[in-house]
């Protein structure tokens, strides 16, 4: 049997999207950051980790992957996210009545953060 470890995304700037993921989810260096790769872990050992890699890659608009994270507080995790330096993306495939708003990290990749609350 096999469990997913880390998350891994690719980032322009390895140091400032560690240090925008690392506020945002409360996660930890696994080991010190270098310019081209780090493994941020769950400060308290427990669940997936983040690694991000130097990518030239440019973003996708529409990726086939992304992080979706949950929470009971969406606008007020929205507005945390967004003083850490997230911004809104201009989503126009959201549904009627979504549960989600969809974001960019500091390096442009899409994430959605979920209502939990929400139907």
Do not use: K
Request: with cysteine; aromatic share 6%; hydrophobic share 40%.
């Amino acid at each position: 049997m096999v469990r997913i470890g880390t998350v891994v995304m690719g980032a322009s700037d390895v140091r400032r999207a560690a240090a925008f993921w690392t506020a945002a989810l409360g996660h930890v260096e696994r080991e010190p950051a270098t310019d081209d790769w780090v493994v941020l872990v769950p400060a308290d050992g427990q669940g997936v980790g983040l690694s991000l890699g130097l990518s030239e890659s440019p973003v996708q608009e529409v990726p086939r992957v992304h992080l979706d994270l949950y929470t009971e507080e969406q606008d007020a995790e929205v507005e945390r996210l967004l003083t850490l330096g997230a911004t809104r993306v201009d989503w126009h495939l959201y549904p009627q009545d979504p549960d989600f708003v969809v974001l960019a990290d500091t390096e442009g990749n899409r994430f959605c953060v979920i209502d939990t609350t929400h139907g």
